[in-house]
């Protein structure tokens, strides 16, 4: 099993560059809600906290279609990830989850 370090700053966080996104009403009380909840001070710091993950998200299950989720609990469950398979991840904003199997 690899291990990524998700807070380790980086050469893309150094070299900041102003972007500009246009985001839907619910898109945005998702993005502040997820603020609010993680404890980050702004936007800007969510959205690349959420790039990271996408980043180690990819890079851990690249050429696969799934990986396994093991809850606190010992419960696993396989995910299947919208990437992976062509999809976009259209309901990802409304909280639902997409594709999920228990394995047990």
Do not use: Y
């Not at 404890?39 to 279609?65: C, M, P, Y």
């Amino acid at each position: 099993m690899t291990k990524t370090v998700l807070h380790k700053k980086d050469k893309m966080e150094k070299e900041k560059k102003r972007l500009q996104f246009d985001f839907t009403d619910e898109a945005l009380e998702v993005l502040d809600r997820l603020q609010e909840t993680t404890g980050l001070h702004t936007r800007a710091e969510l959205i690349r906290h959420a790039l990271r993950f996408l980043q180690w998200a990819v890079d851990e299950t690249s050429n696969k279609n799934a990986t396994l989720l093991v809850e606190k609990d010992g419960n696993v469950r396989e995910v299947i990830l919208p990437w992976a398979i062509g999809n976009q991840p259209k309901t990802a904003l409304s909280g639902s989850s997409r594709s999920v199997a228990n394995r047990n």
